[in-house]
């Protein structure tokens, strides 16, 4: 017996449900045969007692012993019509629908940046996400010809993909057609009013400005004063870029990365062989900045930090070895006799001269280390102080030392 109506909706539903609730229903139903389902109304329910808050009386005779009904005939029992009211209905239809969500990528793939006007003339949504999901104009390129390349098998006579060949695999005359798509497509969301203003011959300022004229292919070029020189049409007569859209990023990235990471003048330079980025410069640079390839040839290592003043024995006059380093060096595996064993070289280094002293140790323990120093203090000198690191050994030897001490000091006459 449950209260929650929906759930009783759900297993009497012949409605498609959600992954969720439909794997559980079915593993319900699968027990079907043996149960029968009924409906407990909510202050019947001895469960609601601990979570809805009650008396102490209620809850023990409600948990212990349910409703009173539930002792008699199940023919007595409240027999509700379990007939959804029309907000519950809502609910539970509601719930059913909740998980199934259908995700879909609106990418518009255009500008990236709120301040560009929209446009009735956008790139489509499928072939924008690949503008913003790509890195590489190069991939754009050849999944757009693809793209084109199926549409002429659709429309073979179409004359907007006649620049398309007709050949099996993706040519240089496919990613050109590719690439003037883009750039068409691009400048039409971006630069819609400068094509209103060519139609309709009205005064525009960057068509004043840029000499912006439309050519055969429907894309804005910019006339400079090389019209009359022997150079490529796409030198003579740029393609007009906005300054920010992920088209134009692609064609810079392009391009600084053909250069081998040139700097920004080359790379402007060279973007300007086809294109004319308005304020070029300005997001050639902000694009050179981001390249991680670049930061990462051009970076700066770190800054050290500040260092702390040298500890004073290591810059007062002294004679060798008063003040020391120690540290261990080892295991080294040696062979005595027929007999493989291991010692360790007890490193001394002098604070001041920086003069080192060597010796070889049989072992880790305290006696070792002890008998060690006795020899260097005899060939030495005895250090004023050693400055070693916590290594176990060491630990050790000021344990062993320290017992000793508190030996000495709780009985004088053994001195
Ligand atoms: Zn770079």
Not at 93 to 119: M, W
Not at 297 to 323: C, D, N, V
Not at 330 to 344: F, H, M, N, Q, S
Request: net charge positive; charged share 25%.
């Amino acid at each position: 017996m449950t209260d929650a109506r929906c759930v009783l909706h759900w297993i009497k539903s012949s409605k498609p449900l959600s992954v969720f609730v439909a794997n559980r229903v079915s593993e319900i139903r699968t027990c079907g045969e043996f149960l029968s389902f009924r409906h407990v109304p909510g202050e019947c329910n001895p469960a609601d007692v601990a979570s809805r808050g009650g008396l102490v009386a209620d809850l023990q005779e409600s948990w212990w012993h349910g409703p009173d009904w539930l002792r008699t005939t199940s023919d007595q029992w409240p027999d509700e019509d379990l007939t959804l009211s029309a907000d519950e209905s809502d609910l539970a239809s509601k719930e059913e629908q909740a998980p199934t969500l259908h995700t879909a990528s609106l990418v518009t793939g255009g500008s990236d940046r709120a301040t560009d006007q929209p446009s009735p003339h956008t790139i489509p949504s499928g072939l924008g996400s690949v503008l913003t999901r790509t890195s590489s104009l190069r991939k754009v390129l050849k999944i757009t010809a693809l793209c084109m390349k199926f549409l002429k098998k659709l429309r073979p006579n179409s004359p907007r993909l006649s620049q398309i060949s007709n050949s099996y695999d993706i040519v240089s005359q496919d990613i050109q057609a590719a690439r003037d798509w883009w750039t068409r497509m691009v400048q039409r969301e971006a630069f819609p009013d400068i094509f209103k203003a060519i139609k309709t011959n009205a005064k525009h300022s960057s068509v004043a400005n840029l000499g912006v004229v439309i050519d055969d292919n429907g894309i804005l070029r910019c006339a400079g004063r090389l019209s009359n020189a022997e150079l490529p049409t796409d030198q003579k007569l740029p393609k007009l870029l906005p300054t920010y859209h992920a088209f134009t990023k692609h064609v810079i990235s392009e391009v600084h990365g053909r250069l081998l990471h040139a700097g920004v003048r080359h790379t402007l330079a060279q973007t300007r062989q086809e294109f004319w980025i308005i304020r070029g410069r300005a997001i050639v640079r902000r694009i050179l900045d981001q390249c991680s390839v670049c930061r990462r040839h051009e970076g700066r290592p770190f800054k050290l930090p500040s260092m702390p003043p040298w500890p004073k024995e290591r810059i007062t006059r002294a004679l060798p070895f008063t003040y020391v380093g120690l540290d261990y060096l080892g295991p080294l595996l040696i062979r005595t006799g027929t007999e493989k064993g291991k010692v360790w070289i007890k490193l001394v280094t002098c604070l001041t001269t920086r003069a080192v002293h060597l010796d070889i140790v049989s072992g880790l323990s305290a006696a070792a280390f002890l008998n060690s120093m006795r020899r260097f203090a005899a060939r030495r000198g005895k250090p004023k102080s050693i400055v070693c690191n916590n290594a176990p050994q060491f630990k050790l030897v000021r344990s062993v030392l320290d017992d000793h001490l508190k030996l000495i000091l709780a009985n004088p006459d053994l001195l």
